[in-house]
């Protein structure tokens, strides 16, 4: 019997990932795999994947000052459809792995931040999983409305685990919601699992619920904080925001005024949320906020109620339907607070900094997107 070194492994499974995506076009698959195969050549380094990774206890009580910095990357909103129906966005989140990987030093996790798939239907969440197996850094996962209403989340757990969780890494508890929970709309009306689905994925159409934490898991949250000392960090992931944005579009969690009194007596809180795809910085109380960005489409920013530390991303160009898309990482500092890199495709990569929330905006003002607004 032959034995495979890891990195002969490691190959192979890519090798298989690009040949059950070959309805894209070749140069791409060239660029992404000739990307994988020198970062394991020139630094020797073989990378098995898990989407569960063995994570670093960090001492439960040990408060701000424990934090060894580290980084994490992140990735959000892919919004994949089948690959027959489009595969441009399957090329955005492949362009999204290449950056990630390319990361020096690498991230401690990528952090997927929801809607992986469009329509929540099983060969897009199988296409997904399969192209985030290219990363070279664990993977965290977090559900977004479109990965849940078409079979409420039975498909995504069998790939990824649960969708509510907590860690330890480094000094941080990181803690990860589901706030995309609804009432029940579609029994009443005899739905069928796809017209479900296909009603919470149009964000405006007003026939739906709001998202919502719910009782329940404010609950569990309260019991999972329960041990912590007040100085501890926390770092949250929501797939909605975490406050009260624009309802008419869904950019808005009801029940999220709760659920931030469970947080307000930690004196470190940053709240990271997918789903509003833009540049988006709020701070209610001590708790830091930062949206991500979507590597499938930019929105538009709400009509009102634009938090005042939000530094505009510029209207994307309409002719590259890249811009205003993108990834990035989060720099985690000793005081357990965050800088948040923006790297906008097209564009300068943005960074907010952590000095520009605690001074309410008075210090270190992020640069602006170098691109035009159209
Ligand atoms: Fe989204
Ligand atoms: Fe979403």
Known sequence: MTIKSVETKY???????????????????????????????????????????????????????????FRFAYISDSHLYEK???DRFVRSLLRAVDDVNALDPQPDFVFYGGDLAQLGQPAELELGAQVLKALKAPVRMMVGEHDWYLDMGAKW?????????????????????????EEDFWTARGLTPMERMRTVAGLDNRSQSNFQVGEEQRAWLRNDLASYADDTPLIVFSHSPLYHLYQAWNFWTIDAPEVQRILSRFSHVTVVHGHTHQLLTNRIGNIHFHGLLSTAWPWPYAPEGLPELTIQMNRPNPFNPQDGCGNGHVEVHADGLVDKVYN????????VERAYLVSNGLQSRPAASNAASY
């Open 84 to 86: 027959q129906l489009n």
């Open 344 to 351: 906008l495709w097209n564009r300068n990569p943005i960074t």
């Open 11 to 69: 190959m192979q499974g890519r090798e298989g990932l690009m040949r059950s995506l070959m309805n894209l076009d070749r140069r791409s698959f060239i660029k992404v795999s000739g990307a994988a195969a020198a970062a394991v050549m020139t630094k020797g380094l073989a990378y098995p994947h898990s989407f569960q990774p063995v994570t670093v206890a960090g001492g439960a009580a040990s408060g701000g000052r424990a934090v060894e910095p």
């Open 157 to 181: 757990r069998e790939l990824f685990g649960q969708d509510i969780y907590s860690w330890d890494h480094k000094g941080v508890h990181f803690v990860v919601l589901n706030s995309v929970v």
